[in-house]
């Protein structure tokens, strides 16, 4: 029975992460919470979430960039003003660069967004944002 759990998926816009998330609604998930760093189209992927399982109201957009701390901090933060708890999160976020390149942090794009921030994520979520700041000094 799923109709009490909250469920995240990171880049719930496309791929994986929005086919996980068309999953938790049709399984009866009380609300999903999807992540973009676009507004426009994650307001997109909900309209065809709603589109596919006939179920509205249940999908939360949030602005998540894995490429900053910043972002991730924020994103915690509302989470933890808003959300009580999370019951299943999918940690999808990451990206190949091909040429290298820096996040805003000063860090490898790659190694920000595949490695950085998702470990800043799950330690902000499930151990307490004590361990976790700005500039998370891992």
Not at 96 to 113: A, M, R
Request: net charge negative; hydrophobic share 35%.
């Amino acid at each position: 029975d799923w109709s009490s759990d909250v469920c995240s998926s990171d880049l719930g816009n496309s791929g994986l992460g929005l086919a996980a998330a068309i999953h938790y609604v049709q399984r009866g998930a009380a609300t999903v919470i999807i992540t973009t760093r676009n507004a426009a189209r994650g307001a997109e992927a909900r309209e065809t979430i709603e589109s596919l399982t006939g179920k509205k109201g249940i999908v939360q957009v949030r602005i998540l960039d894995m490429n900053t701390f910043a972002s991730v901090k924020d994103f915690v933060d509302g989470l933890k003003k808003d959300v009580n708890s999370i019951d299943i999160v999918l940690l999808n976020a990451g990206c190949v660069e091909l040429t290298y390149t820096k996040s805003p942090d000063g860090w490898e794009t790659d190694l920000q967004i595949n490695t950085l921030s998702t470990t800043c994520y799950h330690c902000c979520c499930y151990r307490g944002c004590e361990v976790y700041s700005v500039e998370c000094s891992i």
